[in-house]
């Protein structure tokens, strides 16, 4: 059974096994909004940034969520500085937090990519990287995180340009995610993450899409026993650490997604409804731990 | 103003009816006093999606009135039963348990800040949207700034939240008679920039975004500094969903619960957004 103590993802060292979902924790504005209470009770082990791709983004038209009983559809299309503006602004900002900085980068060809990962791995802030590849190859048209082929393509070109830390985000989009995270193993990563937000659409009774994008991604407790499925599946496949993530709310699901074979586990939309969610859960998980002698099981 | 970091339990000491409308009190006995114009995520201590069924996100609510006192704050919020969210807000009872995260968000600037010449404060509020007003206008008044209130309603089932109001000069519209001029409260905003000199005025206004764009589009015609307290769905209300994009009229887009949810009149495309509102 995992601790809720210090652990290790890929070299990296953590306090506990809670880190964040990428996009869903904006360090630097939830310093704006409650000071530096942020760093003093920074809530995870790690910090993974919101995506970061080559030219800067302003992300989708509005609406941008929907929410459904127990979850929330989220399209919210990767806005962000690019490439130059989160070194050059984000970063330092971010070198401040008191856990290891892991940078979700996505781009949509390999030739875009491959600098992309090296401008990141680069910089001493950083400790690791993760690919977002739920974007398409522009040249083959297909969705990178939805082929083995076209994942370990795009990881074997990028293994050589860092000895740092490369967590493949994979999609729950497809039949078989351990396919997919045996490809990804089997050129180089060093870990996956799983799940991603699953492809939903909020139509109106009028068969019009609510979300100014037409179609997102669905999020929440409601997604978890997918989550469990599909990280439990992932973990039996693969030797590399996975980092399970869908639907945590408390520390009895983190325990679950853990007993499921993930090394650590990342919290995300409850994030949302409670910015400091996941130290709640982390002491649930960790009063857990202290019950090894009560047989575990769901209250 | 800064939020304590996370949630906090707020207990209810009133939820009163205010004609179509309800005002919620609750003791924050930790958080500090809001700046006006800034607003709270909240949520119910217990049936907020304890069964699985909406609602499940926190709402964003704008506070309408702010007291210090012994054992805290007294913060008090206009709401219309709408959607889920509110229909369980609505219920609450005296004792019971209003989880918050706030004060967030940019607060209404001075008058003196939005327009050098400003000799006073035009407040226009639709609806519910009088609730950030009601805080602003009493700001307003202790520091001795003059201030107008134009408040319009849609009819007598909709209107409601005027006794936080007291005190004020206020002009009143609706749109089906009940009350005041017959019409909408942007015919009582144009009438005052006709008469007064609109080179000293300073607007404020929060409202359905019909209305918002109406004032907005008014104040752009004659060149009048306004400030516009605007609504939005929001996962979180600080910064971290990206939900609340509100398009910008230098292109992209703002996030309204951390770039708003005042924002200047001048800076948005239009206030007729998909999406925006209450609900």
């Not at chain 1, 559809?73 to 050059?88: C, E, M």
């Not at chain 1, 060809?109 to 690791?128: H, I, K, M, Y």
């Not at chain 1, 999020?219 to 869908?246: N, Y």
């Amino acid at each position: 059974m995992s601790d809720a103590g210090p652990t290790t993802l890929c070299g990296i060292e953590l306090q506990h096994p809670i880190i964040n979902a990428s996009g869903t924790f904006d360090a630097i504005a939830a310093r704006l909004a409650f000071g530096d209470a942020v760093i003093d009770r920074f809530p995870f082990s790690a910090y993974v940034s919101k995506t970061i791709t080559p030219a800067p983004r302003v992300g989708n038209p509005p609406p941008r969520l929907w929410e459904e009983p127990a979850a929330m559809v989220n399209s919210i299309g990767l806005p962000n500085k690019g490439l130059d503006g989160f070194l050059g602004s984000d970063l330092p900002v971010l070198a401040e937090l008191p856990v290891p900085l892991i940078v979700s980068v996505m781009a949509t060809s390999v030739e875009q990519f491959a600098p992309l990962v090296e401008a990141v791995a680069a910089r001493d802030e950083v400790a690791g990287l993760e690919l977002n590849v739920s974007c398409p190859n522009v040249h083959s048209g297909l969705i990178v995180g939805e082929e083995p082929g076209e994942t370990s393509a795009l990881i074997e070109r990028l293994r050589p340009l860092t000895a740092k830390p490369l967590i493949v985000k994979l999609t729950p989009n497809v039949a078989d995610p351990a396919a997919i995270a045996i490809a990804a193993e089997q050129a180089g990563a060093d870990a996956v993450s799983l799940i991603n937000t699953i492809k939903a659409a909020p139509l109106l009774a009028d068969g019009r899409p609510w979300l100014g994008a037409g179609s997102g991604g669905l999020s929440g407790p409601a997604v978890r026993t997918i989550a469990l499925k599909q990280v439990a599946d992932v973990a039996a496949a693969v030797e590399i650490p996975v980092v399970g993530m869908g639907g945590i709310e408390r520390g009895s699901d983190a325990a679950a997604l853990l007993g499921a074979g993930a090394t650590v586990v990342a919290v995300g939309t409850a994030s949302f409804r409670d910015p400091l969610a996941a130290e709640r859960i982390r002491g649930e998980l960790e009063a857990l731990r202290r019950e090894v002698a009560v047989p575990a099981g769901r209250p | 103003m800064i939020a304590p970091f996370g949630r906090r339990r707020a207990s209810v000491v009133e939820n009163a009816t205010s004609g179509g409308y309800r005002i919620i009190t609750a003791l924050d006995a930790e958080g500090p006093v809001p700046a006006a114009g800034q607003f709270y995520m909240l949520a119910t201590e217990h049936g907020w999606s304890g069964d699985g069924e909406r609602p499940f996100l926190p709402r964003a609510f704008s506070v309408a009135e702010a007291t210090s006192g012994s054992g805290g704050v007294r913060l008090s919020f206009l709401l219309e039963d709408v959607g889920p969210g509110t229909h369980r807000l609505a219920d609450l009872v005296e004792g019971e348990g209003l989880v918050l995260t706030g004060p967030l968000g940019r607060p209404f600037s001075m008058p003196r800040e939005l327009n050098p010449d400003a000799a006073g404060a035009i407040l226009v509020g639709g609806g519910i949207g009088l609730a950030p007003l009601a805080i602003w206008r009493r700001t307003l008044a202790e520091q001795g700034i003059a201030e107008r209130s134009l408040l319009g309603f849609r009819d007598r089932e909709h209107s409601g939240g005027l006794e936080l109001f007291r005190c004020s000069e206020v002009r009143l519209a609706s749109e089906d008679g009940h009350a005041g001029h017959r019409g909408y409260v942007t015919d009582l905003l144009e009438l005052m920039l006709t008469g007064d000199s609109a080179a000293t005025a300073a607007v404020y206004a929060c409202g359905p975004p019909a209305m918002l764009e109406a004032v907005r589009a008014l104040c752009e015609a004659r060149e009048v500094a306004a400030e516009l307290a605007m609504e939005s769905p929001m996962a979180c209300g600080f910064g971290a969903c990206f939900g609340c994009a509100m398009p910008l009229r230098s292109g992209g887009y703002l996030r309204l619960c951390v770039d708003g949810p005042v924002v200047r009149a001048a800076d948005v495309e239009t206030a007729l957004v998909e999406g925006a509102g209450h609900r």
